[in-house]
């Protein structure tokens, strides 16, 4: 889906907010079949993401680990008010989905906002402050407050769809048409 041909289509503007997703997963990282035992064939769902993945154009490794977000999702907030929003959306995605890159470390984090021309040094201080740790719990209380339990959660007004979806979907989403 180009999110960009959405906007102009029906003229919005998109305001994207953070959950949390596993929050309680140290910042070390947890192994996949350790957070979901007994509960989830972790080597079909990782086949099932890649296929999906695969067909819509994007880049993804199967990975045997899952890593806090929370960093990621700080300091996402201070990137998009350095006007970055979307290119970090995108190398966070790649550097976690396509490389395998444990997006939790400072260090990985820092180093993507090095790539897109921040200063790395600002980018560490904004996360040993938490500068931003109020505006991500108000992203997540939001979160809670209408619902959402899994990601990507696509909210219009009052309606949702959940998971990677086609243009048309959003499309109905937006017209307010039956999903089913």
């Known amino acids: 889906m180009r999110i960009e041909q ?3 289509e029906f003229d919005l503007a998109l305001r994207w907010t953070v959950f949390p997703l596993h929050p309680e997963t140290p910042f070390a990282g947890r192994e996949l079949t350790d957070l979901f035992p007994g509960r989830m064939d972790v080597p079909k769902v990782m086949a099932d993401l890649k296929k999906l993945a695969e067909g819509l154009g994007l880049p993804f490794q199967t990975r045997t680990h899952t890593y806090n977000s929370r960093h990621a999702q700080e300091l996402g907030k201070w990137v998009e008010q350095q006007g ?17 890159r444990n997006i939790a470390k400072p260090g990985e984090l820092t180093a993507i906002c090095a790539s897109l021309g921040l200063s790395a040094p600002d980018a560490l201080q904004v996360l040993e402050e938490g500068r ?21 959660t696509h909210v219009y007004e009052h309606r949702a769809l959940v998971g990677f979806q086609e243009y048309s979907a959003f499309q109905q989403l937006i017209r307010g048409r039956s999903l089913a």
Do not use: H, M
């Open 132 to 152: 931003l740790a109020k505006a991500v719990d108000g992203d997540w209380e939001r979160a809670r407050t209408i619902g959402v339990s899994s990601v990507p």
């Open 84 to 100: 970055q929003g979307d290119a970090f959306r995108d190398a966070v995605y790649y550097a976690y989905f396509a490389e395998g």
């Open 6 to 8: 959405l906007c102009r």
